[in-house]
């Protein structure tokens, strides 16, 4: 069983000691996927200064060279591993970047580019904003070859891109929902990779203010017995003491589980 760790929105408001402060025990352990924001706008959230939630400027990653330095070597070291997460993560006011941006193909292409080119990796993996993704969004996507981690992504065909795999992979997802006597609404993560044409997706379980250890273990722990794989979740910039010791009790919990492995994001899609 692989056990793969998300962290969502390093960008240039991005401190290296903030991400060290938090995972330098732990991506001894397990990489951690950031997912890295190339031209990031500020928006309303704890760590990005006030004056820039409304600014609208876009903050290239080079232009924090101290984080930088710290992820091209986080990468040599094998610590961490690249995923896109989005182009400039902003808001618009008919919903998020990949869901009402202009040009999401543009975004894609773009700013993988970049991200290759400054860090000096290869990116096969995209996390969108706010884990949301219009049907133009997906598609942009799918055609650039990335594979998706999300969570609570919708499989209703209606809410996809056209193919013959997105009816397959529906039955796949609404037999497991029933297997495990969910009702049509119940949120769940289904804990195989599903497959489409040009790229695979994969969903995550969340580890935000409020959840519990028990959750994960739960979650974990079902994944396990279809014989399934487990993504976890997170953002660095909300992680307080008690979310700190929930992710370390999870790592113990699922490192002493025979056959248990701890991977790259990347691998989940081997
Ligand atoms: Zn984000």
Known sequence: MKIALRDDDTSYFTSPERLRSIYRDVWNRIPVCLATVPFTVGYRRPGIPEEHWHSAEAFALERNPALVDE???????????????????????????????????????????????????????????????????????????????????????????????????????????????????????????????????????????????????????????????FCLATHYWEIDDVMYRTLVDFLDYAAGVPGVRFVAADELFA
């Open 71 to 229: 992820l091209r070597r986080l990468l040599a070291e094998r610590r961490i591993t690249i995923a896109l997460h989005g182009y400039t993560h902003q808001d618009y006011a008919t919903g998020y970047e990949f869901q009402a941006a202009p040009d999401p193909s543009r975004r894609v292409t773009e700013g993988r580019a970049y991200l290759e080119h400054v860090l000096g990796t290869n990116i096969g993996v995209f996390v969108p904003p706010h884990n949301a993704l219009s049907k133009r969004g997906l598609a942009a996507v799918s055609a650039a070859g990335l594979n998706l981690l999300g969570s609570f992504l919708s499989f209703r065909p209606s809410m996809r891109p056209w193919e013959l795999r997105t009816p397959l992979n529906y039955w796949r997802v609404s037999r497991f929902r029933a297997s495990t006597n969910r009702a049509r609404h119940d949120r769940f993560v289904y804990p195989f990779v599903l497959r489409y044409r040009r790229h695979a997706e994969f969903a995550c379980h969340s580890l935000i203010p409020g959840t519990t250890l028990d959750e994960l273990v739960r979650g974990f722990e079902e994944a396990r017995s279809f014989g399934g794989d």
